[in-house]
């Protein structure tokens, strides 16, 4: 590929997930991603703050669940503004052309505790990203965090009904579903 293509994120992206998967995180360093993808070190450096950094999006997940729960309905629920935000994220990122990318993703990041940690903690942050939006549409923090909870809770499940491949349902879809489960749930609690 030349360098001077488009889309050097996803790109880095795609031969970082390669060759995680072909030698493992730990034999595999950033000018090894930056040749896979027909970039250098530097293009490398300019999108990502480290190769973990590489498979997690730098923060666009968290920007489009704040922007989505701030333009939710302002008659909407805390519940329908997280509802909104994660059909947002089906339509933006959980989409058809990206399933086998995630998927694979996934099953890199299982295998990689450093990964894990990563993922861990981008999973924290998108909770407290959640929680601020609705703080600023003037939830109360403690119903916020608890809307914030359910809700990554919600797409944790949608997100494993959405990884398996016999299932080809929109994300968006099942995470409505599983936000609809996790509140029966919680009534039965």
């Known amino acids: 590929m030349a360098r001077w293509e488009p889309n050097a994120p996803e790109r880095l992206a795609q031969a970082a997930l390669d060759l995680f998967a ?3 995180y730990e034999n595999t360093s950033v000018v090894d991603i930056a ?3 027909g970039l250098g070190k530097t293009t490398f450096f300019r999108h990502f703050q480290d190769k973990r950094e ?3 999006g730098r923060g666009t997940m968290d920007d ?3 922007k989505a729960v701030a333009d939710a309905p302002a008659a909407a629920t805390p519940l329908e503004a997280v509802a909104h935000a994660l059909d947002a994220t089906g339509r933006e990122v959980f989409t058809p052309a990206r399933r086998a990318f995630t ?3 996934q099953e890199v990041i299982a295998a990689h505790p450093e990964l894990r940690e990563r993922e861990a903690l981008k999973h924290l942050g998108l909770i407290a990203s959640m929680t601020a939006a609705l703080e ?10 608890v809307a914030a909870e359910l809700g990554a809770l919600a797409s944790t499940i949608a997100y494993e009904r959405w ?8 994300f968006g879809e ?9 509140r029966a749930t919680t009534a039965l609690c």
Do not use: K, Y
Not at 163 to 170: C, H, I, K
């Open 174 to 182: 099942l995470a409505r579903r599983a936000l609809d489960d996790v």
């Open 136 to 145: 600023r549409r003037g939830v109360p923090g403690l119903t916020a965090r």
């Open 103 to 105: 998927i694979r993703r």
């Open 163 to 170: 990884s398996d491949p016999a299932n080809g349902d929109d």
């Open 22 to 24: 072909e030698r493992g």
């Open 35 to 37: 040749r896979r993808a």
């Open 64 to 66: 489009l669940v704040t």
């Open 54 to 56: 590489v498979l997690f």
